[in-house]
């Protein structure tokens, strides 16, 4: 039997991706999951096949970019279940282009989502942590977090803040029983690139992906981190394709 059976791991953006494998691995391994994102069909559709493999999950719609519904949502998990084990802050977007191109919008939905919902998660969850004496917050970050490329510049820019966030969150936790890992994937077979708007940039991802990991490769990474024994923190995991 898994260590994390019966222990309760909220996932963000768990509709697809990283999201949604990761929280049909837990489940398979007897963890009670939490999903939450914006496109309820799709948590609906997932919480059946969980529930159709014998998993426990929940479903609630979530915007991370709201702190009231991260709040909701956190709240949620802890009154059905008592207790938060996990979090896994993983809602991200990643509308590339140059920043001549000048998609203010797109730079402000990324500082939003990518930054900002990170910040909700640990506002979120971190109280309740504190209060129970445990808990393991996983940020997901990406490559992009320690090296920048042309038409990435700001969404490197979020995950550098990610990873900056999250160092300094597990500084401050030290010795609160409260685990902080970084998680930060490299290309990864995803829905992020079809959020990019500027042909360029699309172009320039289509060939950088053409050798991605599948997402599952990132859901046993997290999986990893989570297994450790309670006085083992992993601090950050980067996974690139081999080859």
């Known amino acids: 039997?898994?260590?994390?059976?019966?222990?309760?791991?909220?996932?963000?953006?768990?509709?697809s991706g990283i999201g949604e494998t990761t929280a049909r691995l837990l489940a398979s391994l007897g963890a009670h999951v939490v999903i939450g994102?914006?496109?309820?069909?799709?948590?609906?559709s997932l919480a059946s096949d969980i529930q159709g493999d014998g998993g426990s999950v929940v479903i609630q719609q979530l915007d991370v970019t709201k702190l009231e519904q991260?709040?909701?949502f956190i709240g949620a998990a802890q009154s059905r279940f008592g207790r938060v084990d996990a979090i896994i802050n993983n809602a991200g977007v990643m509308p590339l282009s140059s920043?001549?191109?000048l998609k203010i919008e797109e730079w402000n939905r990324m500082i939003d989502v990518n930054i900002r919902g990170v910040l909700h998660g640990i506002a979120s969850g971190l109280p309740v942590m504190k209060k129970q004496?445990?808990?393991?917050?996983?940020?997901?970050a990406s490559i992009g977090a320690y090296e920048v490329t042309p038409t990435a510049a700001v969404y490197c820019a979020t995950k550098y803040a990610v990873r900056a966030i999250t160092d300094g969150l597990r500084q401050e936790t030290v010795g609160q029983g409260i685990r902080?890992?970084?998680v930060s994937p490299?290309?990864?077979e995803s829905e992020l690139a079809e959020s990019i708007t500027d042909n360029?940039?699309?172009?320039?991802?289509?060939?950088?992906?053409?050798n991605a990991l599948p997402a599952k490769a990132i859901a046993h990474a997290i999986v990893y981190a989570l297994e450790q024994p309670v006085h083992v923190d992993v601090s950050e995991l980067v996974i690139k394709p081999a080859m």
């Open 1 to 15: 039997m898994s260590v994390l059976n019966g222990k309760v791991v909220v996932i963000t953006g768990a509709s």
């Open 37 to 44: 994102a914006r496109r309820v069909g799709r948590l609906e």
């Open 70 to 72: 991260m709040q909701a």
């Open 99 to 101: 920043l001549e191109a």
């Open 133 to 140: 004496g445990f808990g393991h917050f996983i940020n997901i």
């Open 180 to 182: 902080v890992t970084l």
């Open 186 to 188: 490299g290309v990864t």
């Open 200 to 210: 360029q940039a699309r172009e320039f991802m289509k060939e950088y992906r053409h």
